[in-house]
């Protein structure tokens, strides 16, 4: 899923050698840290947040068949 993610943020932005994903581990949760080039940054605050979470939607509908819970954060 982390694969299918990454890759699908690598198509969206201008520096995609930039983009980096990261997953936290813990017992239920998995935390999944997202970084991207400050010029690309627009894209995931702009408009309420909408492409952020519709990428978290997809992660937790992901976790539903894991037992796990994802969550998305875009690093400053």
Known sequence: MLQWMEAYTKSLVRH???????????????????RVADEDKDLFGGRNNRLTR?????????????RRRYVLKVAD
Not at 21 to 32: D, I, P, Y
């Open 16 to 34: 995609p050698d930039q983009v980096s994903l990261t997953a936290k581990e813990g017992v239920m949760v998995v935390t999944v840290n997202l």
């Open 54 to 66: 519709a990428m978290g939607t997809v992660l937790g509908l992901a976790g539903v068949n894991a």
